[in-house]
């Protein structure tokens, strides 16, 4: 009596049993064992992949960010930003200011070092000689932008 109710309580475990019976349990096993470990190896290079991207895309967010580039300025490189931002503040056209976080992102921006280095020059020929000569230059603001360059 105690026999047929461990078959009553168990049904699904007595199957598989009959189930490894009728196999070689050892084929089948070490076939799972191969297909786990192909898979393993294949979801452990996704990831793997996966987290170099996000590294290297956390990597240019840090490298990029121009706020931690201005903490880490000296004092004096700090006074020149100062006086770049000051200098190049008012828009050449309509003389609206120009926006504080896109001169500071031009400035830090290592894509745009060639045009920042032009920038500097003229500020540094405007400081001091051409006080007597009347010409305006600058950096135009986002709506001067967009009506020059038609974006």
């Known amino acids: 009596m105690r026999e047929k109710q461990k078959n009553k309580r168990l049904p699904l475990f007595y199957k598989a049993i009959e189930y490894f019976d009728k196999s070689d349990t050892r084929e089948?096993?070490?076939?799972?064992k191969l297909n786990n470990l192909e898979n393993r190896r294949i979801n452990t290079t996704l990831l793997r992949d996966e987290m170099l991207n996000e590294l290297n895309n956390l990597r240019n967010l840090i490298d990029n960010n121009p706020d931690l580039k201005l903490k880490a300025l000296s004092k004096e490189e700090k006074e020149f930003f100062s006086s770049f931002i000051k200098f190049y503040q008012i828009c050449p056209i309509c003389y609206q200011y120009n926006h504080y976080r896109n001169l500071k992102k031009l400035y830090f921006d290592e894509d745009k070092r060639e045009l920042k280095?032009?920038?500097?020059?003229?500020?540094?020929?405007r400081s001091?000689?051409?006080?007597?000569?009347?010409?305006s230059f600058g950096i135009p603001c986002c709506n001067c932008y967009k009506k020059l360059m038609g974006d």
Request: charged residues 30%; glycine residues 0%; aromatic residues 10%.
């Open 28 to 32: 089948i096993l070490i076939s799972e």
């Open 117 to 125: 280095e032009k920038l500097i020059k003229f500020m540094n020929l």
């Open 128 to 135: 001091k000689k051409l006080n007597k000569i009347n010409f």
